[in-house]
């Protein structure tokens, strides 16, 4: 569970287009106060020096923190498909957050045959999956949102509890 700081900044999912090490990803939702408004903040939400909104007091939040030990991989897809997110785990919310954010898309994956653990797929077919740590995404496309989804699953099988910020 990190600390977030006064003056530290938060984006909303998909507003930032790159993850750095030390972004803290929200895997629950988050009250802040930003503007003098109480707001909150769902889960794929990032907190980093490169966001614009400034959280106003401190607060403790339930999310991953980037360490660049995590090993992720954006594979390059060839076929075109179009559908809805499937959540296989309902407790991943990072994914249920995906599943609304973005609805029905269209996306080139990859389509070989990969062994692991499908968190996520789109018509039957494996969008997220683990595998002996190593996080595969199965598209190179809507990285905004499927980077931090990516990372986010390091807090559901890290060892630790990530509590640096």
């Not at 977030?4 to 287009?17: A, H």
């Not at 972004?23 to 629950?28: E, S």
């Not at 939040?61 to 594979?75: C, I, N, P």
């Not at 039957?124 to 989804?149: F, H, I, W």
Request: proline share 7%; glycine share 8%.
């Amino acid at each position: 569970m990190p600390y977030v700081d006064k003056n530290d900044k938060i984006c909303r999912p998909g507003e930032k287009s790159k993850i750095e090490i030390g972004d803290i990803i929200l895997v629950h939702p988050a009250l802040l106060k930003i503007r003098g408004y109480i707001l909150e903040f769902p889960p794929l939400s990032i907190i980093s020096p490169s966001c614009k909104e400034e959280i106003e007091t401190p607060n403790w939040v339930e999310g991953y923190t980037v360490t660049g030990k995590e090993k992720v991989l954006f594979l390059e897809g060839k076929k075109e498909i179009e559908g809805e997110i499937e959540v296989k785990c309902p407790k991943f919310l990072p994914a249920i957050t995906l599943k609304h954010a973005l609805g029905k898309v269209k996306l080139k994956i990859n389509d070989e045959r990969f062994d692991g653990i499908v968190l996520v797929g789109i018509n039957g077919l494996p969008l997220l999956l683990l595998k002996a740590g190593q996080v595969t995404v199965t598209t190179a496309q809507l990285k905004n949102y499927l980077e931090p989804l990516a990372y986010s699953t390091y807090y559901y099988i890290s060892s630790g509890n990530n509590e640096s910020s």
